[in-house]
């Protein structure tokens, strides 16, 4: 079983990779944007700590994917001294086109699962997701 959830976690970074080329962007960048679209803005420390990413890194990156159009630095209403990166339309575009794929691939074989065989792989998921949260809260 943890052989399979390797080469799965292979797979899901080999497509991440070719839809990050297919884009235009490095990985990296993908990854950002693919957060900053997921969450509709993050501020650019939530977002080093979700890369594990220096604040100059980010500031690179946050550069890139502006002059790419992918993102726009907006101020926060709530307080004016935080910068938060919120994503284009193209960039919500770019990453909807690229994940679909991969998206239709795994809605398939969720859509081939019935009954009980769903409510195990959802349970199987729930408890991967907690004992991962467990380590990330370290």
């Known amino acids: 079983m943890l052989e399979q959830l390797r080469r799965l976690t292979r797979s899901v970074r080999g497509v991440l990779a070719d839809s990050a080329a ?7 960048d993908f990854q950002a944007l693919i957060r900053v679209v997921a969450a509709d803005g993050l501020t650019g420390a939530e977002l080093c700590r979700m890369l594990d990413m220096t604040s ?6 946050a550069d890139r994917l502006e002059r790419a159009e992918m ?11 935080v910068v938060l990166l919120r994503p284009t339309a193209r960039g919500k575009r770019r990453v909807e086109r690229a994940l679909r794929p991969l998206l239709s691939a795994v809605g398939a074989v969720l859509d081939s699962l019935e009954g009980e065989d769903l409510e195990a792989v959802a349970r199987f998921l729930d408890r991967i997701e907690e004992g991962l949260l467990t380590i990330a809260r370290r």
Do not use: H, K, P, Y
């Open 71 to 81: 993102i726009r630095r907006t101020r926060s209403e709530a307080d004016r001294r």
């Open 22 to 28: 297919e884009v235009g962007l490095s990985e990296n």
């Open 56 to 61: 100059s890194s980010m500031t690179e990156l």
